[in-house]
């Protein structure tokens, strides 16, 4: 069995280019190439062997961890390896760590918020890794209302120095990932007071360990917060707590960017407009997106291959039987989870361009656009996480029994994943950020005010109320001109029922309280229609190879007519398209899955995943299950012995009848 591909089948009836596929999922030739040979070298390397994690327990699990940064540490040094390089060796490594908290959140913090002269003392040590940092803003009675922290940092004009200290239990910080166990120093957020008055909350730079032998230093307590979800999984992560007792550090350890204290004890807002903050959020969402997209297409991956090779049913005169993937049923699961993969990943194309123009208009000081791109990433960061969680799990359930089995791949990868739709904003308080500012815009719209960017299609308020979806046959959901208006009418129509009875209450906060399930779902009716949008704009690039854009197509169609079937009550309630046209879109959907079976499996190849980084028996590329099925089951520690421990004191007894003499 081993060599051979029991794929090929389904790879044969590919009609398109897949090679061709695989330079547009990965944004560029370039970007294709050097994530090709970075995930070769990854998988070659035995240091980074990953199958065996759900039988370690969480100390050999740590220590593994740590062993494999620091072997990746050693690689990217020796092969002299560019940020670009570092990166994606660092996401093919797929073992949550500290060095993920320490390039992602220490290092942006200190370029977002410290001036240049902290920024050269800081970043120099940082990016050798001479002191490891984490992001030490949650606390164990807040994480969402960050205005609510309750550790603090009092300035001592005496000594020249910020006391930092958590007053109350709740005020411990509380997560933080690679603060349990390894980190060296925090960017630790506290309440800033000075000459007895309370600043809010800003960020200071403390040293937790020892350099010397990693000892916490004096009045810091700090520890791991316990074992979370899962085996293996987040559990090689140190989510850490710390409590600060009246903890000293130098005022220019105070990130001084935005605002500054001065040698007197005097609170000095900076020049910086304090807008420039909203780059970095921009920068961490819009990668959050794009690991929404490569966690949902590594588990519709998974499924997808599985779903080609399991058979069950239909067999007739002792024939072959119905492969699970030709059902009906199982197409509408999976192709709209693999339309949606490749939606968040276009989504997630142009939230980078979106972080060029925010940072280009900062540097310029306009500051218009900003709210409407604070709004639009997070409401996409909420969308796709959430549409991820939930889809994960939807492949686990669509490989049946085998997808419990942790060597399926998909039970670790949905305990990795769901924190995604916690950290970094809760994801229904962030809809809200997003329903606020709707409000907003709708609230403008006869003042004269042009909505902008996402929201821009409200300018068209007078139309979008009065227009019908001008359908009539299955084949016109194909037209993008047809899709647009409907989804933009559906939220637009949402968005002003919504403004309207806000209107009702004398008390807005009040009117907000009561109206927060109405609000959220007007919020994510304009976030999937900015990932339809995207994704047509997608379409209108100039997309080459066989076939390639005629898939695409294909898939984008299906993204669109799944989410109106699915909330068909919002797009008929809001009278956007009748119950005609609704079954009209459900007749096109069939014709589409019909049209993408044959190139579904060429379709999650062109994700170019290799089996170690997939690390699932049922997603091989070869297709070769059983056999490797059984090959995982007899390496679990139950199968060392034929006779269990505990034979003798525990079964035997019971079939024995003697229990009443054994010693239990």
């Known amino acids: 069995m081993e060599g051979i591909d029991h794929l090929a089948d389904e790879r044969n009836k590919a009609e398109f280019d897949v090679e061709e596929m695989k330079i547009v999922w990965a944004g560029s030739r370039h970007a294709f190439e050097v994530s090709d040979r970075i995930a070769r070298l990854v998988a070659s390397d035995p240091v980074f062997e990953k199958s065996n994690r759900a039988r370690l327990s969480r100390k050999e699990l740590f220590k593994s961890t740590l062993k494999k940064c620091a072997h990746a540490w050693k690689r990217i040094i020796e092969l002299r390896l560019n940020e670009e390089e570092a990166g994606r060796l660092r996401f093919f490594v797929d073992q949550p760590a500290f060095v993920d908290l320490h390039w992602g959140m220490f290092v942006p913090a200190i370029k977002g918020q410290g001036t240049e002269e902290q920024q050269q003392k800081w970043l ?65 957020y506290a309440r800033l007071i000075t000459d007895g008055k309370d600043y809010g909350v800003h960020g200071f730079i403390v040293q937790l360990r020892s350099l010397e032998d990693h000892s916490p230093l004096p009045n810091i307590i700090v520890g791991d917060i316990g074992t979370k979800m899962g085996n293996g999984a987040y559990n090689s992560m140190d989510n850490g707590f710390l409590m600060f007792d009246q903890v000293r550090i130098p005022r220019d350890q105070m990130l001084m960017r935005l605002a500054k204290v001065t040698r007197e004890g005097k609170y000095v807002p900076s020049d910086v407009p304090k807008q420039l903050m909203y780059g970095t959020m921009v920068y961490v969402r819009q990668t959050i997106v794009a690991d929404a997209s490569h966690a949902l297409s590594r588990a519709v991956c998974i499924a997808t291959r599985y779903s080609a090779v399991r058979r069950q049913f239909g067999a007739r005169d002792g024939g072959i039987e119905t492969q699970v993937i030709d059902y009906k049923t199982q197409q509408n699961r999976l192709f709209p989870l693999l339309a949606s993969a490749y939606a968040f990943r276009f989504v997630g194309e142009w939230l980078k361009w979106l972080y060029t123009d925010v940072t280009a208009r900062l540097q310029a000081s306009d500051f218009a656009t900003l ?94 109320l009065q227009c019908r979806s001008g359908v009539q046959k299955a084949e016109d959901w194909l037209n993008p001109a047809a899709v647009i208006e409907a989804f933009e009418a559906r939220a637009l129509r949402m968005a002003v029922a919504c403004a309207k009875n806000l209107s009702k209450f004398e008390n807005q906060e009040q009117g907000f309280s009561e109206l927060l399930a109405e609000l959220v779902e007007a919020a994510i009716a304009h976030c999937q229609l900015i990932v339809v949008s995207k994704f047509i704009a997608k379409l209108e690039q100039d997309i080459g190879g066989k076939g390639v854009k005629k898939q695409l197509n294909n898939l984008c169609y299906i993204y669109a007519l799944h989410i109106l079937h699915k909330h068909l009550g919002d797009f008929l309630s809001t009278n956007s398209i009748t119950p005609k046209q609704a079954s009209l879109a459900n007749d096109q959907l069939r014709s589409l899955y019909t049209q993408v079976r044959p190139n579904a499996v060429a379709l999650v190849d062109a994700f170019n995943y290799t089996d170690h980084y997939l690390n699932s028996v049922l997603g091989r590329y070869d297709g070769n299950v059983y056999p490797k099925l059984f090959e995982e089951a007899w390496k679990d520690p139950l199968n060392d012995s034929v006779v269990p421990d505990g034979y003798q004191e525990y079964i035997r007894p019971l079939i024995k009848q003697q229990l009443r003499t054994a010693r239990l």
């Open 124 to 188: 120099s040590l940082a990016n050798k890794m001479q002191i490891i940092g984490c992001y030490a803003q949650t606390e164990l009675g807040h994480g969402s209302n960050v205005q609510g922290l309750e550790t603090t940092a009092t300035f001592d004009p005496k000594t020249d120095e910020f006391v930092i200290h958590s007053p109350t239990q709740t005020s411990s910080k509380w997560w933080p990932g690679g603060l349990g166990k390894v980190s060296t120093h925090a960017v630790v």
């Open 371 to 464: 709210p409407e791109a604070h709004a639009c990433t997070a409401g996409l960061k909420s969308l796709t996480t959430t549409a991820t969680a939930d889809g994960i799990e939807e492949c686990r359930k669509l490989c049946g029994g085998h997808g419990y089995l942790w060597c399926s791949g998909l039970p670790e990868l949905f305990a990795v994943y769901v924190p995604a739709c916690t950290y970094e904003g809760d994801n229904i308080v962030l809809q809200l950020q997003v329903a606020r500012f709707l409000m907003k815009t709708v609230s403008q719209l006869g003042s004269g005010k042009a909505p902008v960017g996402t929201t821009a299609y409200m300018a068209r308020a007078e139309h979008l």
